[in-house]
């Protein structure tokens, strides 16, 4: 089984708010993109809702003039996922994120699709290894995880199966970065990178929660003006090389003794200080950052956490919180 090496038609399969998002991507971007649902009805719902909503999101200026026309001339719903996916070159797939349904979905476009047609998932955590056994042809299967809303977060995780093809892997990257989105490729753990990141933090806050340390309008208040006004800008690895290894690892020494080894300093970070690698300040940390570059760097930071404090201003606070 070869796949194909050209993508021109596209299928969804999964209308919802994921789905959903991701075909007004692949729409907007001049593919021609066949969406499918449970019927064809809810795919035709799925469908003018979507342009309906792009037209909303038109006119706010969310999206370029001439959006919602591109959008409606290229989705196209289908009665069922086995048309929708009859002549595609890709196929991403976004069902509910149970693993039955998943692989049900994914035997069915399998045997409907192409031979050679390309199968993406947008599962949030569930190992593409586990999913690519409801595959036919896994070598041309992966995960391509999405975040929500689809139409304007950037980044979107490439997880290759243990038989993904290098080349389907390489084609797909090269779709989702015309798409105008940042692909990075991760390895298949459960979680990813995204996922497993995101949902340690709210585990955490949970806990601070049940413990009475704070409340949950409280820690939202915290991270969303402090360390995670930064994430919008910065990864944890740039944030901590700015601030200094050194300090990093200091303050997991009083976190440790409050609250046991869960908090004792990673190793990595230990003997990265032993080694007199302290971030921006030394020259090297857990990234590389030339002396030539840390002031461009910091007056970067500067100018772009004004400007993001700027716009912060000017949208106000979020209705409802």
């Known amino acids: 089984m070869t796949p194909i090496r050209t993508i021109t038609t596209t299928a969804v399969v999964g209308a919802g ?23 064809g009805e809810a795919a035709e719902r799925s469908r003018a809702r979507l342009v309906e909503q792009a037209t909303v999101f038109e006119s706010g200026g969310l999206l370029p003039e001439g959006a919602a026309d591109t959008i409606r001339k290229n989705l196209a719903a289908a009665s069922s996922i086995e048309e929708a996916v009859g002549l595609a070159d890709y196929i991403a797939e976004a069902v509910p994120e149970e693993p039955g349904i998943k692989a049900a979905t ?16 947008n599962t949030s955590a569930i190992p593409i290894g586990e999913l690519a056994q409801s595959v036919a042809g896994p070598e041309r299967f992966l995960g391509v995880h999405w975040m929500n809303p689809a139409p304007f977060i950037p980044g979107v995780e490439l997880i290759s199966g243990p038989d993904t093809d290098t080349a389907v892997l390489g084609l797909v990257e090269e779709l989702i970065g015309g798409l105008g989105k940042t692909p990075v490729r991760v390895s298949d753990t459960p979680g990813f990178v995204a996922n497993r990141l995101q949902f340690a933090l709210y585990k955490e806050a949970v806990q601070m929660v049940e413990d ?14 402090t360390f995670g006004f930064r994430l919008a800008l910065f990864g944890p ?11 990093y690892e200091s303050a997991y020494r009083t976190l440790e003794k409050a609250y046991g080894a869960r908090f004792a300093a990673p190793q990595a970070l230990v003997a990265t200080v032993q080694n007199g690698n302290l971030g921006l300040k030394s020259g090297h940390g857990f990234l590389d950052i030339g002396a030539a570059d840390k002031a461009a760097l910091l007056a970067y930071r500067d100018n772009a956490y004004a400007r993001l404090s700027q716009l912060r201003t000017e949208l106000g606070q979020a209705p409802g919180l």
């Open 237 to 247: 690895f740039a944030i901590g090389d700015m601030a200094g290894l050194d300090v």
């Open 106 to 121: 994914l035997r069915r476009i399998s045997a409907a699709a192409p031979a050679g047609a390309i199968i993406g998932t």
């Open 17 to 39: 708010y994921m789905g959903g998002g991701i075909a007004q991507v692949l729409a907007l971007h001049d593919y021609k993109v066949a969406l499918a649902d449970v019927d």
């Open 212 to 225: 009475g340390i704070a409340t949950a309008e409280q820690i939202d208040a915290v991270v969303g003006n």
